[in-house]
């Protein structure tokens, strides 16, 4: 079967950095995607990796190995607004995209 | 639009009842997905369209649950006979080319609560 794992819920500081890790077993891979889920609103993109190694936008940077079938998401210089749920998405071989429970943030001051 | 619509925003419906949900895709966007999401828990994927045909339907949890899109643009989905169990948000997505590796954008949902 198809399997994503990601930690159900990490606690951090403001100010700090977080590292929320997801492995995968899929059949084949063709890319990941990490998503951002505020509390009642709908998931928006924050990135896409395929190839292996470090991918950074701003405070946030997603890295990527396949050989692992490893991936995390890092989130520096925490805000209190980074307080959500991140999920974690595979593109299969048949590019179906098979997604994470999610792992849930809370940022305390 | 600029983004993905969905309506209605909430919608509270006795037991039994039909119910019919809308999005309106990105324009342009070929692929368009429905999902479904209890209450702190993951994305349930129920269906995928391309354009306006169906190549995946395998999340649809029982017969009672349809979906179709028109013109290759909006789609809804239709819940028949509600059951308590149906209670959830409804999330639409759409990317510009399905089974690719571009990113679904997602609608802000239809929040579904059967009494």
């Known amino acids: 079967g198809q399997n994503i794992d990601q930690p159900t819920e990490m606690t951090a500081t403001e100010g700090a950095i977080v590292q929320i890790n997801c492995t995968y077993q899929?059949?084949?891979?063709?890319?990941l995607f990490w998503y951002q889920q505020h509390a009642g609103e709908a998931p928006t993109f924050l990135s896409y990796?395929?190839l292996d190694g470090l991918e950074e936008k701003g405070r946030f940077s997603s890295f990527l190995s396949r050989s692992k079938g490893y991936s995390y998401l890092l989130l520096k210089e925490l805000q209190m607004k980074d307080s959500a749920s991140y999920l974690c998405?595979?593109?299969?071989?048949?590019?179906?995209?098979?997604w994470g429970a999610g792992t849930k943030l809370i940022i305390k001051p | 639009g600029a983004g993905v619509s969905q309506s209605p925003s909430n919608k509270v419906t006795e037991k039994g009842k039909d119910v019919e949900l809308r999005c309106d895709p990105i324009?342009?966007?070929?692929?368009l997905y429905w999902y479904r999401q209890s209450l702190g828990q993951g994305l349930e994927f129920l269906i995928y369209?391309?354009?306006?045909?169906?190549?995946?339907k395998s999340g649809l949890p029982s017969d009672r649950f349809s979906a179709e899109r028109t013109g290759g643009s909006v789609s809804t989905l239709t819940i028949q006979r509600t059951q308590q169990e149906d209670s959830a948000v409804y999330l639409c997505?759409?990317?510009?080319?399905?089974?690719?590796?571009?990113?679904?954008?997602f609608g802000d949902g239809t929040r579904l609560s059967i009494l």
């Open positions: 997505a759409s990317s510009l080319a399905g089974k690719s590796n571009q990113p679904q954008h």
């Open positions: 324009s342009g966007h070929t692929a």
């Open positions: 369209f391309q354009g306006n045909s169906a190549p995946d």
């Open positions: 899929t059949s084949g891979f063709n890319g």
């Open positions: 990796n395929v």
């Open positions: 998405a595979v593109i299969d071989s048949n590019y179906q995209l098979i």
